[in-house]
């Protein structure tokens, strides 16, 4: 089964607001990044959060990490239309291998 | 830096018929990934390479699919024969990765994709 699952699967909002997007995971891990996939793209990194950090920002973006309870949370603020895509989050374990999760379609709406 | 590079962009092709997807890491990279993409499956990794060596292939489906990488810039996926279920986005990632333990970084970049049918 997929390490990282997000929620919710898909999240439609208007411009201004902000979004917030969850993941969680089974086993334990050695960092958790997020990344960014446009329709037709491939996908890229957005912030990586190490397994002894509980938050980070870069820019817009907001990421948490509760270890304790296996989750993390990525919030954007002041969304704009341009945000418009699919978010993953993905773990790493103790080796080299990320694990994706299904994605959040988020839709910006201007 | 260019990016990872990935060609075709697009592929269709007849059941059967052999199909080898190209991908260019980023420069001094030392890690490559295979992914396909699907609706129903999601990102599945195919197999890793580390120093153009095959570390992990468990992901790659069937013996129709095989992988290599003749040097530090250049990989190939090929699937022969091919049918219509390995139509997906195979996407191809590199990285600087350090194996085993340890906080270590280790995020991707990838390719654009090529985009795959199999009628």
């Known amino acids: 089964s997929q390490q990282g699952e997000e929620d919710p699967q898909a999240l439609s909002i208007q411009e201004g607001e902000n979004a917030t997007m969850n993941c969680s995971y089974k086993t334990s891990i050695n960092n958790l990044q997020w990344y960014r996939q446009n329709s037709g793209r491939g996908l890229v990194h957005l912030i990586l959060?190490?397994?002894?950090?509980r938050e980070k920002h870069s820019g817009r973006l907001r990421v948490t990490l509760d270890t304790s309870k296996k989750s993390s949370s990525l919030l954007i603020t002041a969304s704009r239309a341009a945000d418009t895509a699919s978010y993953f989050c993905?773990?790493?374990?103790?080796?080299?291998?990320?694990?994706f999760g299904k994605g959040t379609l988020l839709t910006v709406n201007p | 830096d260019a990016g990872v590079i990935q060609s075709p962009r697009h592929e269709v092709t007849e059941m059967g018929q052999e199909v080898t997807l190209r991908c260019k890491p980023i420069s001094g990279h030392n890690s490559l990934f295979w992914y396909r993409q699907t609706m129903m499956r999601g990102l599945e990794l195919l197999i890793y390479?580390?120093?153009?060596?095959?570390?992990?292939d468990s992901g790659m489906p069937e013996d129709r699919f095989s992988a290599k990488m003749p040097n530090a810039s250049f990989s190939t996926l090929k699937i022969q024969p091919s049918e219509p279920r390995d139509s997906a986005v195979y996407f191809c990632?590199?990285?600087?990765?350090?194996?085993?333990?340890?906080?270590?970084?280790?995020?991707?970049?990838f390719g654009p994709g090529t985009r795959l049918t199999v009628t």
């Open positions: 990632a590199s990285s600087l990765a350090y194996l085993g333990t340890g906080t270590g970084r280790n995020e991707q970049y």
């Open positions: 390479f580390n120093n153009n060596v095959p570390i992990d």
């Open positions: 993905a773990t790493r374990g103790s080796n080299y291998k990320l694990t």
């Open positions: 959060i190490r397994s002894n950090e």
